[in-house]
């Protein structure tokens, strides 16, 4: 399984800004989508963005306008640059990659630690 790394949360007022970074250990060629959920105290883990090997991406609609998805191959780094953060936004987030099973063809989560961000006055 990919192994992933998240970095970059941490504590700014409403309508800061901070980038995410994720870097992972496989060949972004074997990885069919990476992205971001994230995860508010009591509440589900829910899906922030998504960014395929093909460089599509989606958003949720919470966040689109003022969050973007990228990602540098040479790095093996896919970021999330958050802008116009507001406190509803303070949340758990989870880097993740889709990659397919070797002998099934299903596809597997690979999940990061997570990364805290507090967005508060």
């Known amino acids: 399984q990919v192994q992933l790394v998240e970095s970059g949360g941490g504590l700014v007022q409403p309508g800061g800004s901070l980038r995410l970074s994720c870097t992972h250990s496989?060949?972004?060629?074997?990885?069919?989508?990476m992205g971001w959920y994230r995860q508010a105290p009591g509440k589900q883990r829910n899906l922030v963005a998504r960014?395929?090997?093909?460089?599509?991406?989606i958003y949720s609609d919470s966040v689109k306008g003022r969050f973007t998805i990228s990602r540098d191959n040479a790095k093996n780094t896919v970021y999330l640059q958050m802008n116009s953060l507001k406190p509803e936004d303070t949340a758990v987030y989870y880097c993740?990659?889709?990659?397919?099973?070797?002998?099934?063809?299903?596809?597997?989560?690979?999940w990061g630690q997570g990364t805290q961000v507090t967005v508060s006055s």
């Open positions: 960014i395929t090997n093909s460089d599509s991406s």
């Open positions: 993740y990659a889709d990659l397919p099973e070797t002998t099934t063809g299903a596809i597997n989560k690979s």
């Open positions: 496989e060949s972004t060629a074997r990885i069919y989508a």
